[in-house]
């Protein structure tokens, strides 16, 4: 991991220092699938999320000669995409969003091992509904630690909460899917949520 911020990093000094396209490119093909996903929790579609990710490099494009002394880019560049995100829903919908009324596979467009490929399409469905259940900056919370692998100080920074309230949202997280599904179902959860550690 400590390579991989590296590696952003010195795309972030070549954009900024020689006006790389290429390195806009790259950081575009690292973020873009999960920024899409996170996008998803604001936004009705995967157009509007689409929208709102090139948005979000556009920006970045536009202030590249400050983006490398950035402490921590992951969760800037989540930041920008979550309030692109509400301003884009706020100007096309005059609404607040709320997350529990748009669905969001968690497991769609994910990366699997053959051990997930086993587990059947009703057990993913009742996990999915058990996620969908869950208060939205629960939910949230969960899926930036589950789906995108962030810490919990880059989740706190995004969702600006404390580091205690996102271990409390994952905690509460994992209560209430252990309340709501089955043992089978919640091993299998467990299984998937702490391989990715």
């Given at each position: 991991?400590?390579?991989?911020?590296?590696?952003?990093?010195?795309?972030?000094?070549?954009?900024?220092?020689?006006?790389?396209?290429?390195?806009?490119?790259?950081?575009?093909?690292?973020?873009?699938?999960?920024?899409?996903?996170?996008a998803?929790?604001?936004?009705?579609?995967?157009?509007?999320?689409?929208e709102?990710?090139?948005?979000?490099?556009?920006?970045?494009?536009?202030n590249?000669?400050?983006?490398?002394?950035?402490?921590?880019?992951?969760?800037?560049?989540?930041?920008?995409?979550?309030?692109?995100?509400?301003?884009?829903y706020?100007?096309?919908?005059?609404?607040?969003?709320?997350?529990d009324?748009?669905?969001?596979?968690?497991?769609?467009?994910?990366?699997?091992?053959?051990?997930?490929?086993?587990?059947?399409?009703?057990?993913?469905?009742?996990?999915?509904?058990?996620?969908?259940?869950?208060?939205?900056?629960?939910?949230?919370?969960?899926?930036?630690?589950?789906?995108?692998?962030?810490?919990?100080?880059?989740?706190?920074?995004?969702?600006?909460?404390?580091?205690?309230?996102?271990?409390?949202?994952?905690?509460?997280?994992?209560?209430?899917?252990?309340?709501?599904?089955?043992?089978?179902?919640?091993?299998?959860?467990?299984?998937?949520?702490?391989?990715?550690?």
């Amino acid at each position: 991991m400590e390579e991989n911020r590296e590696n952003i990093q010195n795309l972030l000094c070549e954009m900024a220092a020689a006006d790389s396209q290429r390195a806009l490119k790259s950081l575009y093909l690292i973020y873009f699938q999960r920024l899409m996903r996170f996008a998803m929790l604001y936004v009705s579609s995967s157009s509007e999320a689409e929208e709102v990710v090139s948005d979000t490099f556009l920006l970045l494009w536009e202030n590249r000669a400050t983006l490398p002394g950035m402490a921590n880019f992951n969760a800037y560049i989540y930041t920008v995409t979550r309030f692109r995100a509400i301003s884009y829903y706020r100007k096309q919908h005059a609404d607040f969003v709320s997350l529990d009324e748009l669905p969001n596979d968690l497991f769609y467009s994910t990366e699997t091992t053959p051990e997930e490929h086993l587990i059947s399409q009703e057990v993913i469905q009742r996990l999915n509904r058990a996620i969908e259940a869950l208060p939205p900056k629960c939910k949230m919370a969960f899926k930036l630690v589950r789906e995108d692998k962030l810490k919990y100080k880059e989740v706190a920074s995004i969702l600006e909460i404390s580091i205690k309230t996102v271990e409390n949202h994952l905690v509460n997280a994992v209560k209430k899917l252990r309340e709501t599904l089955s043992e089978e179902s919640l091993l299998i959860l467990l299984f998937l949520f702490f391989s990715n550690f």
